[in-house]
Antibody, heavy 120, light 106 residues
């Protein structure tokens, strides 16, 4: 069974850092681009970051560029999101999602999400 | 950046109704459009990809249409399980979601 399990969320003060992890299983992880999508409480979905299958190229939304870094460890079937200089507006449920094997894509599998709350 | 605009924001309907949700892109995205359903407290679930392709396991009462800038998601006969929030997403250039359409029971 394909699974994406996020962890690492929590309460952090403004300006703080947090690293999210997403453990993947049930598919050939190193064949797929992986993404993070977030959803603020009561709000819509916002794409955050993506990383290509071999980790060679990453891209981030303008709202997080320079503060967030996506990475992956294909030996551990895990994708990460390092979040620095956190702001109140980063408060959201962060979903790890699977893309396709190349290029921009729809998202066919989603984790359950991990909640990040930025507050003093 | 490509902007996605859904309408309506809220839709009230009854079991058995045929409903349509529309999504407009700020520039042409060919057929690179997906639709998702999200229920409270759950992750989104992929319904449609490439504008009109039904994801495996999704009931056939769901259908998608359109290309270029104008798209639609149609539910042919609403079932109780269909009351949820629906999002469109373009993937012509990275990914952008619409703001969502909440489908409520009338």
């Amino acid at each position: 069974e394909l699974q994406l399990v996020e962890s690492g969320g929590g309460l952090v003060p403004p300006g703080g850092s947090l690293r999210l992890s997403c453990a993947a299983s049930g598919f050939t992880f190193n064949n797929y681009w992986m993404h993070w999508v977030r959803q603020a409480p009561g709000k819509g979905l916002v794409w955050v970051s993506r990383i290509e299958s071999d980790g060679s190229t990453t891209f981030h939304a303008d709202s997080v560029k320079g503060r967030f870094t996506i990475s992956r460890d294909n030996a551990r079937n895990t994708v990460y999101l390092q979040m620095n200089s956190l702001r109140a507006e980063d408060t959201a449920l962060y979903y790890c999602v699977r893309g396709t094997m190349n290029g921009a894509s729809y998202f066919d599998y989603w984790g359950q999400g991990t909640l990040v709350t930025v507050s003093s | 950046d490509i902007q996605m605009t859904q309408s309506p924001s809220t839709l009230s309907a009854s079991v058995g109704d045929r409903v349509t949700i529309t999504c407009r892109a700020s520039q042409s995205i060919s057929s690179w459009l997906a639709w998702y359903q999200q229920k409270p407290g759950k992750a989104p679930n992929l319904l449609i990809y490439r504008a009109s392709n039904l994801e495996s396991g999704v009931p056939s009462r769901f259908s998608g249409s359109g290309s270029g800038t104008d798209f639609a998601l149609t539910i042919s006969s609403l079932q109780p399980d269909d009351f949820a929030t629906y999002y469109c997403q373009q993937y012509n250039t990275d990914a952008t979601f619409g703001q969502g359409t909440k489908l409520e029971i009338k």
